[in-house]
């Protein structure tokens, strides 16, 4: 699924998810960011904030 974004859409950004390591995903080393579960909600904001960035601090604001 990846390598179809990716042709498609060359710069879209992609957070990969599992309850593996990430070293035991090195086929998806091609994803943006990665998080591990579980995970906590900070967690996942972070990893959001930090691919995102002020695009997402904006639209936090926004929701708000």
Request: aromatic share 8%.
């Amino acid at each position: 699924v990846m390598k179809k974004l990716r042709e498609t859409s060359p710069d879209i950004k992609i957070i990969l998810s599992s309850g593996q390591n990430k070293s035991e995903l090195e086929q998806y080393n091609d994803a943006t960011a990665f998080i591990s579960k579980p995970y906590k909600l900070n967690d996942l904001l972070e990893v959001l904030n930090s691919v995102l960035g002020l695009v997402w601090n904006a639209l936090m604001i926004f929701a708000v």
